[in-house]
Structures are given as C-alpha cells and as structure tokens.
C-alpha cells in the first residue's frame, strides 16, 4: 500500500503547487473517526508484536471493517469507489488464499532482492506460486520508483487511482454563482403617482370615445 501513499503526496504537492489547497476543506468528509482506531492498531501492532500472526490477522480484520464503514459513509465523494474497490480486491484475494500473495519475480524486476521480502516472516503474505487462487489481484505489478522500489496489486493502484481523484478534485476551486440584482421598491409617493397617471390616461380615452 506504499503506492497509495506515494500517490496522496504527489497530488497534496501538486495542490500545493497551484495554490488550490483551500477548496480541499470544503470536501464534507464523513465519519473521520473510524480511520483513527485502524491507524492506532495498525502502529501498535507492527512495532509490539510483528510477529504475532493471530494479532496481525485480527488487527486486519478490525481495520478492513472500520475502514469499509468510513468508505461507505462517504461514496457520494470523488474517487471513494475506487478506494472501496481497491480494496474490495485485495480483501477477496486475501480471503481466498489466507494472506496476499506476492511475485518474486515482481520484486525482481521492480529491483527488490528476494531476500528482503520476507515473506516467510510475515504472516499476512505468501508467496505468489501455481496453487495461489485469483493470482491476477495478487501482488505482481512491479513499481521500479527509486527509493520507492514496490509490488503492488490491482486493487492497490485502484486504491492510488481513487486517493488522486478525490485529492485533485476537491481542489479545483467551486465556480462563482451568479447573483440576479432584485429591482428596488419604488417609494410609496412615486407609486401613488404612477397610479394617478394611469388613472387620468384611461379617464381621458373614456372620454375621447364619447365624444
């Protein structure tokens, strides 16, 4: 999911850059709070126990719910569907297999060494192989960045795709509404003048007609 992070900080530089990270506040964004537990959990977990499979595996669970309730709560938004898609994939590729498989031969070609996948250390990931189930939305495309070298899913650049969408289009700035000028009222004078007008030129035809 690295990917996705990368994508947020270049669209919020982007924004920056053309000035327009003012319209982002107007983005009504819906129960904020339920990204706080998962995020809480999420450190907790990988700094005290990042071995503890069980935890990892009910921390994930935890977290895929919360954060669906948050997308859920907020689909009327730019780019949401595609997060919720995003990771709608890689929850079914998780259920399917018991962890998110992973390329070898991905993180070659992105230049990661085998090695340091640790795949055998992590509980929540496998390796990508003949028996996986749904291998198209495993971790297999490989993003060669510098620095940034990852392997990543479908479901993680729709992720990315939808994080972009949402970020770049609630800055673009609202367009200016309108405002239709209201006639002012005439004073109360000027209307009983009027009236007589009207009055005296249909008084005056009356009388013209008969005559």
């Not at 669209?11 to 990270?21: D, P, S």
């Not at 990204?35 to 935890?62: D, E, F, W, Y």
């Not at 200016?176 to 030129?201: E, F, K, N, Y």
């Amino acid at each position: 999911m690295v990917v996705v992070v990368v994508v947020a900080v270049l669209a919020l530089t982007l924004v920056a850059a053309t000035g327009h990270l003012r319209p982002l506040s107007a983005l009504r964004v819906r129960a904020v709070r339920l990204l706080v537990v998962p995020a809480v959990l999420q450190i907790g977990t990988a700094s005290l126990a990042p071995g503890s499979a069980v935890l990892r595996v009910v921390v994930l669970a935890v977290t895929i719910l919360l954060v669906g309730l948050f997308l859920g709560a907020n689909l009327e938004l730019p780019g949401v569907p595609l997060v919720a898609a995003g990771l709608l994939l890689n929850v079914v590729v998780i259920i399917a297999n018991g962890a998110m498989p992973v390329s070898t031969a991905a993180a070659a070609r992105a230049g990661i060494d085998t090695g340091a996948v640790h795949l055998t250390d992590d509980p929540l990931r496998e390796p990508l192989g003949d028996g996986t189930r749904l291998a198209v939305l495993a971790d297999r495309i490989p993003v060669p960045a510098p620095g940034w070298a990852q392997v990543v899913s479908v479901g993680d650049v729709l992720a990315a795709a939808g994080i972009g969408l949402l970020l770049l289009a609630g800055s673009v700035p609202p367009a200016p509404q309108r405002h239709r000028r209201t006639p002012r009222p005439r004073p109360a004078g000027q209307v009983r003048r009027a009236d007589r007008s009207i009055a005296l030129a249909i008084e005056s035809t009356t009388r013209g007609s008969y005559s």
